[in-house]
């Protein structure tokens, strides 16, 4: 199979990856933390936009496809996400707000793909503990398909440079640490509550 098929199915994957993640929303199966949302729904666009920009073609539909339903779920989890705001959570985004502003007085668009795929994965902080104390916040469906497109997007770069590969990368490696923490036994009796004596 050619790599810009692969590119192209990796896309499709990862955009049908959030029809199980919002009706798990929806459904209340699944609350979505609200920093890490509204930071990749903000980054989601920059990074597709400078991802492009920066040379690749085969695998730029993930991160444009990501854009799209990254919009959708930041828009739900004001409603049906987690309540309140955490520390980490508070962190996070004036991590990622500095980040932007020292974004924002470049046009270096090489720059900014680097940049925002930093500020991302400090975005991706809150999920993340979420999931390790609370894995059943979190959709299986959803993530299980974001590690199989993740996956197709590696193979699918044709060209190995730092700047083509590192997106791709650091979402596979997203996507692998959330299924192993969504899956671990360990974390669900984490989240249990203790039996009244």
């Not at 459904?27 to 949302?37: C, F, G, L, R």
């Not at 994965?121 to 398909?145: C, D, F, Q, V």
Request: with cysteine; proline share 5%.
């Amino acid at each position: 199979m050619e790599t810009s098929t692969l590119g192209i199915l990796a896309g499709i994957i990862g955009f049908l990856a959030f029809v199980p993640y919002i009706l798990d929303t929806l459904n209340h199966k699944t609350k979505p933390n609200k920093a890490t949302w509204l930071i990749w729904a903000v980054l989601g666009v920059i990074i597709a936009a400078s991802y492009y920009s920066a040379g690749a073609r085969d695998t730029a539909w993930t991160p444009i496809g990501y854009a799209i339903g990254i919009l959708a779920v930041a828009a739900l989890s004001f409603k049906y996400g987690e309540d309140g705001w955490t520390a980490l959570d508070k962190a996070c985004l004036i991590g990622a707000g500095a980040g932007l502003a020292l974004w924002a007085v470049t046009s270096e668009p090489v720059f900014a793909y680097f940049l925002t795929t930093i500020i991302d994965a400090i975005g991706g902080l809150p999920t993340i503990k979420k999931a390790y104390h609370r894995p059943e916040t979190e959709s299986r469906a959803a993530w299980g398909m974001f590690l199989i497109a993740n996956t197709l997007n590696l193979i699918a770069i044709g060209e190995w440079t730092l700047t083509i590969a590192l997106y791709p990368a650091y979402v596979f490696i997203l996507s692998l640490i959330m299924n192993a923490l969504i899956y671990q036994p360990k974390g669900r009796a984490r989240s249990r509550p203790k039996k009244q004596e």
